[in-house]
């Protein structure tokens, strides 16, 4: 692989990640009302999930998904109604953001912070993995940029620490840029239209996910 696929890759990848997609809706919903750190947690679930799909991709296992009328139907389904119960959630906080704050501020007190990390790192992981279109994007792009005479396995996993590298500054400047828009306007009124816009977003590519169909 040259220079000038990697290049050319990452010009492609930087295009793509600056798209809107699940991934930034999630980042939206999830700074404004908890945080730049929670944000990170989820970069960081998102970015793991990548090297998932390049993997399973090296492997053949993505292909036979999304060959396979049933699986490709099941992964859509998880990924689908995992997006629109995050952006139900959503939009319940936003509406009943009395009762939602207290349970979460008494969650907060009874609880470690440990698994309030884990769920956030888990958001992020579930919504790119189970996103079929990652796989399908490995899939089709990979073999445009990896030389059969170099080692394919090896390249394949430099393609995606690019792929990662770019999301992670990329979604790094959104972090920073919504954590100083969140302090600037902290008032409950601004959450709440945040919370309500990014949760309908997120209903909006759970729907799509939905209604995506396989390619042959």
Do not use: C
């Not at 908890?34 to 990548?50: D, E, K, M, Y």
């Not at 998880?78 to 704050?101: D, R």
Request: charged letters at 10%.
């Amino acid at each position: 692989m040259d220079f000038q696929a990697v290049g050319t890759f990452t010009l492609m990848i930087l295009l793509l990640t600056i798209m809107p997609g699940s991934n930034g809706a999630l980042i939206l919903k999830t700074v404004p009302q908890n945080g730049p750190l929670a944000g990170i947690l989820n970069l960081a679930g998102i970015v793991s999930a990548f090297y998932i799909h390049g993997i399973l991709s090296i492997l053949g296992l993505s292909a036979l998904i999304l060959k396979t009328s049933q699986a490709f139907f099941i992964v859509k389904l998880l990924g689908s109604f995992y997006l629109l119960y995050l952006g139900i959630s959503s939009l319940w906080q936003a509406f009943f953001s009395k009762t939602a704050s207290a349970r979460k501020r008494a969650g907060k007190n009874n609880r470690t912070g440990i698994p309030i990390k884990k769920r956030l790192f888990l958001e992020g992981f579930l919504t790119n993995l189970l996103n079929p279109k990652a796989s399908m994007f490995y899939l089709a792009v990979f073999p445009q940029f990896i030389s059969l005479e170099g080692n394919p396995v090896l390249e394949s996993f430099l393609l995606v620490g690019i792929h990662s590298m770019v999301v992670v500054m990329w979604f790094s400047f959104i972090i920073i840029a919504l954590g100083r828009i969140t302090r600037a306007l902290s008032s409950m009124k601004f959450k709440r239209m945040v919370q309500g816009a990014t949760g309908s977003l997120m209903i909006w590519f759970g729907y799509r996910l939905l209604t995506y169909p396989q390619k042959s």
